[in-house]
């Protein structure tokens, strides 16, 4: 008998007076009985339309029907078949504009919580599996994969199980991409992104940190001088925008990207570390993204009180709206249609403060949101201590200006072939942010998985 509930069961979760002081895990995950009801919720419908709203196709209704009869590690077989990270999938995924969007019991009361049940089978899989996979036999090509985000670990995970030789150039000194210096622990634990890594580690994949391609070594010169027959370029969209107003390059502005990497990569947040962070007490994430929340709560964490400025309303905010919920239940304070014009300083040349001015919603803009108009005469003065700039990345031009024929979109975007991931060179492909601009893991790993696809056809007819 399935479960007509028509609320998904709750995910235990740590309280927020509780949670806004530490960088645990927010989201402590289903019991075994907990997902077993929770999979029961499932009709095992025939035409499956959840299914067409995952970008990797898991086969959602057959990992969940097997999570109702409690076999755990078939259900993790049926989704290893079409994604190499659910345990960061079922943690980041936006499941409510994806696959629980399209679930029929979503019509009347609550999707089934695929996501949730997608990290259960992940985490039991990853407690229970003691065993690593096996280095497959090598079928001697040599491929590199530039950056070690969920496209790049994705692309040379499909590549390394086929016997490609894969190699990993990764800038930062950690591998994990965004997953390990963006996101922050209390969404997304370390220990999960390193025990995927561990894995394309077993698998025979090398990887190369403190590597930045462009400046260490070319694109140019792993094929030409170091034997690398294809390449995939999975650099991500790290580079932040900021306003272009008066008072952005004083100390104790940051870019939410160099605020988070201070933090999560850099380990700002533990008592003994002596990486620098924010000063003061008082701080404002401008910005209404899913990083303008994770900045605002790892601020909140280091004990400061914390302002989102954002020139719209609340239903206009991108951020998902499950990070928007966290964020007010952890005390952030939201300032809505609120821009600001100057951020004001000491004579120490810190931060002061913040003019801002008060906004209206005027007639929809070409993205079909109602563009923010300044209201004369409204500016008002903040005091702050610190200011984080959370307003988007785009693809740092590194590569594409040391890439002999790499062509790319105006705004940065690498241009590459949909069906396939390859660029204006031969033997060139790319994928995940650098292609698309900032977009979110799961789109990262199929664009990965389709360059993988792409590059064995063409290393295979070579
Ligand atoms: P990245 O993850 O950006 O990895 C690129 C890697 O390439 C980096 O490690 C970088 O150091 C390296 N690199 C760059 N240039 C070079 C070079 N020249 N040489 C060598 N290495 C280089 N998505 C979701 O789905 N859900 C979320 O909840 C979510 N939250 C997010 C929170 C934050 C704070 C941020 C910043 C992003 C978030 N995203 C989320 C977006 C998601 O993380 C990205 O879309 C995804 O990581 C993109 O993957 P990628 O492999 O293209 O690039
Ligand atoms: Fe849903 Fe993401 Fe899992 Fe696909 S990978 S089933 S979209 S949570
Ligand atoms: Fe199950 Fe919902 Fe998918 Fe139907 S749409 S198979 S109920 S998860």
Not at 95 to 109: A, F, L, N
Not at 235 to 245: C, E, Q, R, T, Y
Request: proline share 6%; aromatic share 6%.
């Amino acid at each position: 008998m399935p479960n007509m509930s028509l609320t998904k069961n709750p995910m235990p979760s740590q309280a927020p007076e509780i949670r806004n002081q530490n960088f645990l895990e927010v989201a402590l995950g289903y019991t075994p009985e907990q997902a077993m009801d929770e999979a029961k919720r499932c009709l095992q419908c025939k035409h499956r339309p959840c299914v067409s709203g995952c970008p990797v196709r898991i086969d959602i209704p057959g990992f969940i029907k097997e999570v109702a009869e409690g076999n755990f590690e078939a259900a993790y077989q049926v989704i290893a078949k079409s994604s190499a990270l659910p345990a960061v999938c079922g943690r980041v995924c936006p499941q409510e504009s994806q696959c629980e969007c399209k679930c029929v019991r979503g019509i009347k009361g609550e999707p089934v919580a695929i996501g949730r049940l997608e990290r259960f089978v992940a985490d039991y899989h990853n407690e229970h599996a003691t065993q690593l996979p096996e280095k497959p036999v090598s079928n001697g090509h040599k491929v590199a994969v530039i950056g070690s985000g969920p496209s790049g670990l994705t692309c040379a995970g499909d590549l390394a199980k086929k016997g490609y030789e894969v190699t990993v150039f990764e800038a930062l000194h950690l591998a994990g991409g965004v997953l390990v210096y963006g996101i922050p622990e209390f969404r997304l634990p370390k220990s999960i992104v390193q025990k995927e890594i561990d894995t394309l580690i077993a698998l025979g994949v090398k990887v190369e940190t403190n590597v930045v391609i462009g400046r260490t070594i070319t694109i140019d010169e792993l094929m030409q001088e170091y034997g690398f027959e294809a390449v995939f370029i999975g650099s991500g969209a790290g580079l932040p925008k900021f306003m272009n107003i008066p008072g952005e390059n004083l100390k104790g502005v940051y870019s939410a990207n160099e605020f988070l990497t201070r933090i999560n990569l850099m380990k700002a947040y533990l008592p003994d570390c002596d990486t620098p962070i924010q000063h003061g007490k008082k701080v404002a994430v401008v910005g209404g993204g899913n990083v303008a929340m994770d900045a605002a709560r790892c601020a909140k964490r280091l004990g400061a009180d914390v302002t989102i400025i954002y020139r719209r309303t609340e239903a206009e905010l991108p951020a998902r709206r499950e990070e928007v919920e966290h964020a007010m239940e952890e005390g952030i304070i939201f300032k809505f249609l609120t821009n600001p014009l100057e951020i004001l300083g000491n004579d120490q040349g810190w931060v002061a403060g913040a003019r801002c001015q008060e906004m209206a919603l005027g007639e929809p803009d070409s993205s079909g949101r109602r563009r923010p108009v300044a209201v004369e005469g409204s500016e008002f003065d903040i005091e702050l201590d610190c200011v984080i700039m959370a307003l988007g990345t785009s693809p740092n031009p590194l590569i594409k200006s040391t890439t002999e024929g790499l062509e790319t979109e105006r705004w940065g975007g690498i241009i590459v072939n949909e069906e396939t991931g390859l660029t204006s060179r031969q033997g060139v492909y790319a994928g995940g942010d650098a292609v698309t601009g900032a977009a979110t893991v799961i789109l990262a790993m199929g664009a990965g998985k389709t360059a993988a696809a792409a590059m064995d056809e063409y290393l295979q007819k070579k």
